[in-house]
């Protein structure tokens, strides 16, 4: 079946713009996770969502960024006033619920700032 | 918080050497732990898991045994392969989020 996917695979834009980043989870999954990929920082957890709702938004790095999931399916990061230090893969992934159940990644966003 | 240490890499190996990728993690509690694979131009991938003290993962050859009196869950395989290059991370379940290690690179020479 169709595993994560995510939109868009690459995003170059410049420094000051807003930037959405789309995660399509697998279809039945409720949790649906955002992390960062960077040189710098390694692989970070930014948010997740159980349906509708972000029980744990403790790793957004700023409040430029912020996140949104609806009808428990599709969500989208948006990240506003880009620095260069967001420069880093996006990666999104989703489980059939929380806890026990695995997380299955998508590809990612590689978003670069110039 | 809870985090997990790794071995830096890059580690360079020979095709069918022995493999250690060492892993110690920092927690309050028992929680999962796990060890991911990144292969060249592909997603983050689960490798293996343990989700008690004791308990042996293994996938593909690879093994890590959950060792809670030294807080380590090193990944371990007799005979690695060249398709076996990839970057590895250990990582930690803390509620519903994973805290990953910085990664390791290995390189597997033919």
């Known amino acids: 079946g169709a595993g994560v996917s995510q939109s868009p695979s690459n995003k170059v834009t410049e420094k000051g713009k807003d930037v959405e980043l789309r995660c399509d989870p697998i279809?039945?999954?409720?949790?649906l996770y955002w992390y960062r990929q960077s040189l710098g920082q390694g692989l970070e957890f930014l948010i997740y969502?159980?349906?509708?709702?972000?029980?744990?938004k403790s790793g957004l790095p700023s409040d430029r960024f912020s996140a949104e999931r609806t009808g428990g399916s599709v969500s989208t990061l948006t990240i506003q006033r880009t620095q260069q230090e967001d420069s880093a893969v996006y990666l999104c992934?989703?489980?059939f619920g929380t806890g026990v159940y695995e997380q299955y990644f998508g590809p990612g966003t590689r978003l670069t700032v110039t | 918080g809870n985090s997990v240490t790794q071995m830096e890499g890059p580690v360079t190996l020979s095709e069918e050497a022995f493999l250690t990728i060492n892993c110690t993690y920092t927690?309050?509690?028992?929680?999962?732990l796990f060890w991911y694979v990144q292969y060249p131009g592909e997603g983050l991938q689960l490798l293996l898991k343990?989700?008690?003290?004791?308990d042996k993962g293994s996938n593909k050859g690879f093994e890590a045994t959950y060792r809670k009196e030294t807080t380590s869950f090193h990944l371990e395989k007799g005979s690695v392969q060249v398709s076996d290059s990839a970057v590895y991370f250990c990582?930690?379940?803390?509620?519903?989020?994973?805290?990953f290690g910085k990664g390791t690179r290995l390189h597997i020479l033919p």
């Open positions: 992934a989703s489980s």
């Open positions: 279809s039945g999954h409720t949790a």
């Open positions: 343990a989700t008690k003290a004791d």
């Open positions: 969502f159980q349906g509708n709702s972000a029980p744990d």
């Open positions: 990582a930690l379940k803390e509620d519903d989020k994973i805290i």
């Open positions: 927690a309050t509690g028992y929680p999962s």
